[in-house]
């Protein structure tokens, strides 16, 4: 956001607009909250998104208290300016029944493509795992040279689908091969959000 779009919001009289947050990765929904222009000048500056507590009759910077933080990446208002939108990254639970959202019913708040990011979060939450308790924790237990060999089978076998027309098996193959890639981007320390970041830089 920047000083033009700033001075074009449109502050009602309690001086105060609703501000969503949305995870800036997996797209969703985390909580919604009010920000009057001490509030935002705040999260500018300190890139920790803080809004006007309504109860507390103060600001509010969220995780102050729990430490599950937001952090900010971004703020846009929408074509009236009497709306702001938040992305972030959550350090925690945003709800504080401690929940990752503010909307418990998750597949109600579930786009389909945010699945990726939950399967990141399970396949690092494996990476130190006994192997002997899960096939993720025993790809890693066997290192990145049998990790990169079934991307490259996994690869191969999406290709040979393909070519004999079998769509179905098409769809399973390719859903081996974005597992197998996403482990190998765990074992070097990268996530899909890294690869997401190049196709964006090429599409400019």
């Known amino acids: 956001m920047n000083e033009e779009q ?4 449109n502050w009602p009289g309690n001086q105060l607009l609703p501000a969503i947050v949305q995870h800036a990765i997996s797209g969703k929904v985390l909580m919604q909250g009010y920000m009057n222009p001490q509030a935002l000048e705040h999260t500018l500056q300190s890139s920790q998104v803080t809004f006007f507590s309504r109860s507390k009759q103060r600001l509010w910077t969220k995780g102050e208290s729990s430490g599950n933080t937001l952090k900010l990446v ?11 939108l938040v992305l972030a990254l959550p350090q925690g639970p945003t709800c504080h029944v ?6 418990h019913d998750s597949s109600a708040n579930s786009p389909q493509l945010a699945f990726l990011y939950d399967l990141e979060q ?3 939450a494996r990476e130190g795992s006994d192997p002997a308790s899960s096939y993720t924790a025993s790809l890693f237990a066997k290192g990145v040279k049998r990790i990169a060999q079934k991307v490259g089978e996994e690869g ?9 027309g079998d769509k179905e098996e098409l769809a399973n193959e390719a859903a081996d091969l974005i597992f197998h890639l996403l482990v190998l981007l765990r074992s070097q320390q990268l996530e899909l959000n ?3 970041k190049v196709l964006q830089q090429r599409h400019q």
């Open 6 to 9: 700033i001075k074009a919001l």
């Open 98 to 103: 401690g929940t990752e959202t503010c909307w």
């Open 74 to 84: 971004s703020i846009d208002s929408d074509c009236d300016a009497d709306s702001i």
């Open 194 to 196: 890294d690869v997401v």
């Open 122 to 124: 399970v396949i690092k």
């Open 156 to 164: 191969v076998e999406s290709a040979l689908a393909a070519m004999a």
